[in-house]
């Protein structure tokens, strides 16, 4: 099934369109080098830099959770704008690693915030947990019934690594990040469509058989290691080259672009070699590209965010740029969004 949407439409025909007033990143203060991991796991430095593009990744203390990331990346993103907590009206949290099945890490992430007038929710889209968040932000903003509403992604991605699969523990790392969604002022600026899709078939591709309803956690669960992140790595990296590039062109096309107006594509960091692949389909220079693999790995729905806050930071976004995010994660889920930078 294929959702497509015109930006934040409200099935009226008014149309509000929702824009990213600010985001910011966080990840825990640790950092895992490749060197760090040789001595874990039989790998090194030199097979983890040419086969992923990664050269070290954040990890964070025992104790420390997607609610405690989420929390501080949403607290710099309202330092950022100025937004007083109690403003916030709706908190939509991705992460498939929440601190607990229930309550919600939405839930967990108001009370630390004081965010006392905001409902919320937790969804799961895995790769793809920050492109949906920001999604169905923008169209609560697009109704007109929310003005300020914070889409988070965050992982603790060690929390559920097997260090005994060397192909899967390296690749990835803990982060969150955060972004405010207002109102845009007309409809040129802000979000201007998106793309998502599901295709269940790639479920056995990439998953964490233990833990949910259908394995709870025993004994023999623990033992056949079903709390960890299984994969089929190629199977994986095929699908992702293949779908963001489809993703990315099908926007651009749908509405009236090429890929040279575009000034900057923010792709899930998963592998570099996936990015650089996506990118010669789609026909780009580096200088489009935000790739920031090198220091945090992959850290599922933080990747797009922290990618977001390390342009702005580098002066690779201006305000009436054309930016295009783009995602694939288990599921597979995939996302695209297309946006004018409004800030
Ligand atoms: C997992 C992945 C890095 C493997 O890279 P690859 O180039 O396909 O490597 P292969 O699986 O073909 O393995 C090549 C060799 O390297 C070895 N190897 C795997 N991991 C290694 C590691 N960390 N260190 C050293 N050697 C390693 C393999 O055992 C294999 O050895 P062999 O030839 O003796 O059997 C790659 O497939 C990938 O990134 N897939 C996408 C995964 C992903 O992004 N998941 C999240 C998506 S959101």
Same mark, same amino acid.
């Given at each position: 099934?294929?959702?497509?949407?015109?930006?934040?439409?409200?099935?009226?025909?008014?149309?509000?369109?929702?824009?990213?007033?600010?985001?910011?990143?966080?990840?825990?203060?640790?950092?895992?080098?490749?060197?760090?991991?040789?001595?874990?796991?039989?790998?090194?430095?030199?097979?983890?830099?040419?086969?992923?593009?990664?050269?070290?990744?954040?990890?964070?203390?025992?104790?420390?959770?997607?609610?405690?990331?989420?929390?501080?990346?949403?607290?710099?993103?309202?330092?950022?704008?100025?937004?007083?907590?109690?403003?916030?009206?709706?908190?939509?949290?991705?992460?498939?690693?929440?601190?607990?099945?229930?309550?919600?890490? *939405?839930? +967990?992430?108001?009370?630390? @915030?004081?965010?006392? /007038?905001?409902?919320?929710? &937790? %969804?799961?889209?895995?790769?793809?947990?920050?492109?949906?968040?920001?999604?169905?932000?923008?169209?609560?903003?697009?109704?007109?019934?929310?003005?300020?509403?914070?889409?988070?992604?965050?992982?603790?991605?060690?929390?559920?690594?097997?260090?005994?699969?060397?192909?899967?523990?390296?690749?990835?790392?803990?982060?969150?990040?955060?972004?405010?969604?207002?109102?845009?002022?007309?409809?040129?600026?802000?979000?201007?469509?998106?793309?998502?899709?599901?295709?269940?078939?790639?479920?056995?591709?990439?998953?964490?058989?233990?833990?949910?309803?259908?394995?709870?956690?025993?004994?023999?669960?623990?033992?056949?290691?079903?709390?960890?992140?299984?994969?089929?790595?190629?199977?994986?990296?095929?699908?992702?080259?293949?779908?963001? *590039?489809? +993703?990315?062109?099908?926007? @651009?096309?749908?509405? /009236?672009?090429?890929?040279? &107006? %575009?000034?900057?594509?923010?792709?899930?960091?998963?592998?570099?070699?996936?990015?650089?692949?996506?990118?010669?389909?789609?026909?780009?220079?580096?200088?489009?590209?935000?790739?920031?693999?090198?220091?945090?790995?992959?850290?599922?729905?933080?990747?797009?965010?922290?990618?977001?806050?390390?342009?702005?930071?580098?002066?690779?976004?201006?305000?009436?740029?054309?930016?295009?995010?783009?995602?694939?994660?288990?599921?597979?889920?995939?996302?695209?969004?297309?946006?004018?930078?409004?800030?």
């Amino acid at each position: 099934m294929h959702m497509r949407g015109d930006g934040a439409g409200n099935g009226t025909g008014r149309r509000i369109p929702a824009k990213i007033t600010g985001v910011a990143g966080y990840a825990p203060p640790r950092v895992m080098t490749n060197r760090d991991l040789e001595k874990l796991v039989d790998t090194n430095d030199e097979w983890i830099r040419t086969r992923t593009g990664i050269r070290e990744r954040h990890v964070a203390d025992k104790g420390v959770a997607a609610s405690h990331l989420a929390t501080e990346a949403a607290k710099r993103v309202l330092a950022q704008t100025g937004t007083d907590p109690e403003e916030i009206e709706m908190i939509v949290v991705a992460s498939v690693t929440p601190d607990m099945m229930f309550p919600a890490t *939405a839930c +967990l992430v108001q009370e630390r @915030l004081g965010a006392k /007038g905001a409902w919320g929710f &937790d %969804l799961s889209a895995a790769c793809s947990g920050f492109v949906y968040a920001l999604t169905v932000g923008a169209q609560f903003v697009g109704a007109g019934s929310h003005r300020k509403v914070l889409a988070i992604g965050s992982d603790v991605m060690t929390s559920i690594l097997d260090y005994q699969d060397r192909a899967t523990c390296v690749l990835f790392g803990d982060g969150a990040g955060a972004a405010l969604l207002e109102p845009a002022g007309d409809a040129k600026e802000g979000i201007l469509d998106f793309t998502h899709d599901i295709d269940g078939s790639g479920g056995p591709c990439l998953y964490m058989p233990g833990g949910g309803s259908l394995h709870p956690p025993t004994q023999e669960t623990v033992e056949k290691r079903m709390h960890y992140v299984h994969q089929d790595g190629g199977q994986v990296f095929k699908y992702a080259v293949r779908r963001m *590039a489809e +993703l990315a062109e099908g926007l @651009l096309e749908r509405n /009236g672009y090429t890929k040279d &107006d %575009l000034a900057l594509v923010v792709p899930h960091q998963a592998n570099l070699r996936i990015i650089r692949a996506m990118q010669e389909r789609l026909g780009l220079d580096d200088s489009k590209v935000m790739v920031n693999i090198d220091r945090y790995g992959n850290t599922t729905a933080g990747t797009i965010p922290l990618g977001l806050c390390d342009a702005v930071t580098q002066g690779r976004l201006h305000k009436g740029d054309l930016v295009m995010l783009v995602s694939v994660g288990a599921g597979y889920t995939s996302g695209g969004v297309l946006l004018r930078w409004a800030y």
